[in-house]
């Protein structure tokens, strides 16, 4: 099972992908951003593992208390930067990332 990948230009101000499930929604001019397409397809699988509807409602519930803080900091957004910054980090070395890839389910 894969996500349903979608581009658009209709995203809030300051949000570049957003995990619909079961579709991934893109800022036009992003969809080829790998390091963020990890970050979506984190939440894309966490959402699955944990089941659709309980992982929005935590998400949701858990934002109330996150409002004032930096996004990275909520508890469901934190894994999903930090495979984004090793994606990153990763590219930028050099070096492969097809560990990470077979890890998210995108190959
Ligand atoms: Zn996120």
């Not at 939440?43 to 309980?54: E, T």
Request: net charge neutral; aromatic share 14%.
């Amino acid at each position: 099972m894969r996500p349903v990948e979608l581009t658009t230009r209709w995203l809030p101000r300051g949000v570049d992908g957003i995990t619909l499930w079961p579709f991934i929604f893109y800022r036009r001019g992003y969809e080829q951003n790998v390091p963020l397409r990890c970050h979506e397809h984190y939440h894309w699988r966490h959402a699955l593992r944990w089941g659709v509807i309980p992982w929005y409602l935590a998400y949701l519930a858990l934002r109330l208390f996150y409002l004032s803080q930096p996004a990275d900091q909520h508890p469901l957004e934190a894994p999903a930067y930090a495979k984004q910054r090793e994606v990153q980090a990763l590219l930028d070395a050099g070096r492969s990332i097809d560990d990470q890839l077979a890890e998210l389910g995108m190959v």
